[in-house]
């Protein structure tokens, strides 16, 4: 959107930190507590030993913080 | 690639929904607290952005064509997310574990001329005569009946959709998380009406391009983390041979991987489509009555802060729009050889009417177990678990071809993750409603209520008419998502509304904006009676099921093959009332037509600008994509 108002990219930009560092988050205690969930986690969950959250939340909050560096408000002129 | 209305175009996804709630009695996920923290992030973020452009959201400029201050990459986002549905998403992985990567069609010669079509040549002819609205050009062109036609069609058309969208987002909630279905439909419709009513379709387009982004965020692990566990895209065609040889199957196992090479004959596709059909019926008619006509996905673009934005705005989306079968149709192919019953053996999805067929009583066991065993009769399950069914054993419940993409998030998506994906599916339902509930608000302000009830309002008040019919419009909604969970016939209905009137309209826009000659009565003429004889095609088929053979030109056509030689000939039977209508009435003087027609129209010089910024270049580079892909699948 052109114009002085906060852009939609910045909103994109907070929610995807927020979800990124809950995933991310998340991963990191289930990586570290694997051996006291003993075997797959969470039950049911395929290739657990990929650790998806933990680099799909580091991705998701790489990009979210890029978005809301670039396009924070007052930065856009 | 029709949104919501995919579903009945193709995978018939939508009109089985009914269905899926009779079988299954655990859902297909249980979400955790951090899945319920995500979900409701979502929620506050929509909102958040609702209040913060109601202060921008003033005049009914910015209301109703959110400033036309847009980008050409918000536009372009907005307008493929604007079709990117829930349902869209689910159907199409459906149909790709049907029917193959012939479901692809859909994506990619059902969308992209048509999509580079409307940028090149149609765009500047709806940018320059600064219409609100597709019926607002048919007032320009041909006059006041044509456009009360399309707009009293369409406004019916989108309250209904909104309602059925609203409808179906309950049952897969239902389905997938076991919510209540009026938890489902209260919570989702007063979101919808808090961030539309407040900031107007600028709320509604920046919940698309939000929509856009989760949607990949949430659905592009499947075919990644898919694809790791089939060994790459050779195993999975290997498996997905080595499983169909197993299953007794008219066509060619590897014709689940060719777009066109066995479209010569209906019998020799699992999709039962003709070449012919796909090209002329779905890549013409239904293609470019959709992206071309229909106001919903049109009005994003007219937004656009200049010509250039709004022509380069479709050309973007087509882009992005080449991308989605990584996300809708591979996650179906990888269901058919990855998904798994609970003992591990390979789970196969079935058909709508076998679980209905095999619905449990309350007390266990089965309704009625002739039924469903003639019905399992039919399909590739094996003996083993006809059994288990049978006998009403647990985790024996069967599940559809339309649950292929929830089964694989619940597969690859642990806490968090699953969350995500969920969150994916609630948004893309709701900004279906919300462009659903803000286009209807537009038509109706700016064709219906202004010229035929209130000519003389102020401004504000005109805004203030545009916050209350998306309220009333939701309300309504509500009312048609109740009514359709009470006669779930009327689903069949509603969604046929858009295939009877696309065609038509396609017709009566195309010859309007290339044809000097097409007259006001030949306009409105070619548009309704284009509609009735649609509706009358529908209904034939629908109460003879035999008469498809002749409506699609052969004995052995499916359903998916109606819906597009439907369309076919509403739009030859439209062109050809216009033709006559026109030949036999008088022209309006060309001096009058400026801004409306091709020939008659001088376009406004567009800024200079180097060859990498063009929209013809990025048009080229989008139709040699849409080439190689349609060569390497072929």
Known sequence: MRGSGIPIWFFIGVLLTAYGAMIFGYGVFEWVNVAHFGGQYPAGVQLTQLHTPVWWGGLLTALGVLYVVKFRPGRIK | ?634
Not at chain 2, 53 to 60: D, I
Not at chain 2, 467 to 474: A, E, K, Q, T
Request: charged letters at 10%.
């Open chain 2, 1 to 634: 690639m029709f949104g919501l209305l995919t579903g009945s175009i193709a995978a018939g996804f939508p009109c089985s929904l009914p269905a899926m709630l009779l079988f299954n009695t655990e859902p297909l996920a249980h979400l955790r607290s951090l899945d319920v923290v995500v979900i409701c992030l979502y929620f506050a973020m929509v909102l958040w952005i609702g209040f913060y452009l109601k202060g921008r959201t003033n005049t009914s400029e910015e209301f109703f064509m959110a400033g036309r201050e847009m980008t050409a990459w918000i536009a372009g986002l907005s307008f493929v997310s604007a079709n990117l549905g829930s349902l869209e998403l689910m159907g199409w992985a459906g149909s790709a574990y049907q029917y193959g990567i012939l479901a692809t069609h859909w994506y990619w010669i059902g969308a992209i001329p048509a999509m580079l079509f409307l940028g090149l040549m149609m765009m500047p002819f709806y940018y320059v005569c600064k219409t609100h609205s597709v019926p607002g050009y048919l007032n320009l062109r041909y006059g006041e009946h044509a456009r009360s036609v399309a707009a009293f069609a369409f406004a019916v058309e989108m309250i209904l959709m909104s309602g059925v969208n609203m409808f179906a987002m309950a049952v897969v909630m239902k389905v997938v998380l076991g919510w209540d279905l009026n938890f489902s439909i209260i919570v989702s419709s007063l979101a919808v009406a808090a961030y539309v009513g407040l900031g107007g379709l600028r709320s509604a387009i920046f919940n698309e391009v939000l929509q856009f982004v989760l949607i990949w965020g949430g659905a592009l692990l499947v075919p990644i983390l898919g694809l790791v566990q089939a060994g790459g895209v050779g195993g999975l065609k290997t498996r997905i041979m080595q499983n169909l040889q197993t299953m007794s199957s008219t066509v060619a196992p590897d014709s689940y991987f060719h777009l066109w090479r066995d479209t010569g004959s209906f019998a020799a596709n699992p999709m039962g489509v003709h070449w012919t059909g796909i090209v002329f019926g779905l890549g013409f008619v239904i293609s470019f009555g959709y992206w071309t006509t229909d106001f919903l996905v049109v009005q994003r673009v007219l937004a656009a802060h200049n010509l250039r934005a709004a022509r380069m705005a479709p050309i973007i989306g087509s882009f992005f729009k080449m991308a989605v079968p990584f996300i809708v149709i591979l996650p179906g192919l990888l269901g058919l050889v990855l998904l798994q019953n609970p003992d591990g053996s390979h789970r196969q999805l079935v058909g709508e009417d076998v679980t209905a067929a095999c619905t449990r009583a309350t007390a266990g066991g089965l309704e009625n177990s002739g039924a469903c065993s003639a019905a399992m009769a039919k399909t590739n399950l094996s003996a083993d678990v006809q059994q288990k069914v049978l006998s009403g054993a647990p985790d024996s419940e069967l599940h559809t071809y339309n649950q292929a993409l929830p089964l694989m998030m619940v597969r690859y998506m642990g806490p968090g993750l699953l969350g995500l994906g969920i969150t994916a599916l609630i948004a893309g339902f709701m900004s279906g409603m919300a462009g659903n509930v803000s286009a209807f608000s537009t038509v109706w302000t700016y064709d219906i209520y202004k010229p035929l009830i209130h000519k003389t309002g102020s401004d504000s008040h005109y805004v203030l008419v545009g916050r209350l019919s998306i309220l009333i419009g939701v309300i309504v909604s509500i009312g048609a998502a109740y009514l359709v969970q009470q006669f779930h016939g009327i689903m069949d209905y509603v969604q046929a509304l858009f295939s009877i009137f696309v065609a038509p309209l396609l017709a009566t826009i195309l010859f309007g904006m290339f044809w000097k000659r097409a007259t006001r009565l030949a306009g409105f003429l070619g548009l309704l009676s284009g509609i009735l004889f649609s509706a009358s095609l529908f209904m034939w088929v629908k109460f003879n099921p035999a008469a498809l053979a002749t409506v699609a030109l052969s004995p052995d056509a499916k359903p998916m093959a109606e819906n597009v030689f439907r369309a076919l000939w509403a739009f030859l039977f439209s062109a050809i009332v216009i033709v006559v209508t026109s030949a036999l009435t008088k022209p309006r003087p060309v001096a009058e037509l400026d801004g409306l027609v091709y020939g008659a129209t001088k376009l406004p010089a567009e800024e200079p600008a180097p060859w990498y910024k063009r929209e013809w270049t990025w048009a080229i580079v989008a139709v040699v994509i849409f080439a190689a892909l349609n060569i390497i699948f072929w």
